[in-house]
Nanobody, 124 residues
Framework: QVQLVESGGGFMQAGGSLRLSCAAS????????MAWFRQAPGKERVFVAG????????YYADSVQGRFTISRETAKNLVHLDMNSLKPEDTAVYYC?????????????????WGQGTQVTVSS
């Protein structure tokens, strides 16, 4: 199973930007659909963004559409989440996930592999 390590979280004021990165232990572009999820205190883990295996088609939750961008840096086995116009409601632990399948999914139960998470805190 691929191992994932997130980085780039931190503290930001509303309106600011952050880039999260997910480093994979093996090549993911041709083997895994990837996604970012987030979990706020006391709430369920929810889908944020996903990118399909091979085609690179991307999908976003309505709450982040137009503000967040998921992308692959294939040569370095990295997946990024660029977050702009951050809001206090974006505060959560963000998780990278991998699925050995063609398409990404908003259902966390279909992902085999997860990173440890990185905290993002947005102040008003």
């Amino acid at each position: 199973q691929v191992q994932l390590v997130e980085s780039g979280g931190g503290f930001m004021q509303a309106g600011g930007s952050l880039r999260l990165s997910c480093a994979a232990s093996e090549r993911t572009a041709s083997n895994y659909a990837m996604a970012w999820f987030r979990q706020a205190p006391g709430k369920e883990r929810v889908f944020v963004a996903g990118i399909n295996r091979s085609t690179g088609h991307t999908y976003y939750a309505d709450s982040v559409q137009g503000r967040f961008t998921i992308s692959r840096e294939t040569a370095k086995n990295l997946v990024h989440l660029d977050m702009n116009s951050l809001k206090p409601e974006d505060t959560a632990v963000y998780y990278c996930a991998a699925r050995r399948f063609w398409t990404t999914s908003s259902d966390p139960s279909v992902y085999c592999c997860w990173g440890q998470g990185t905290q993002v805190t947005v102040s008003s």
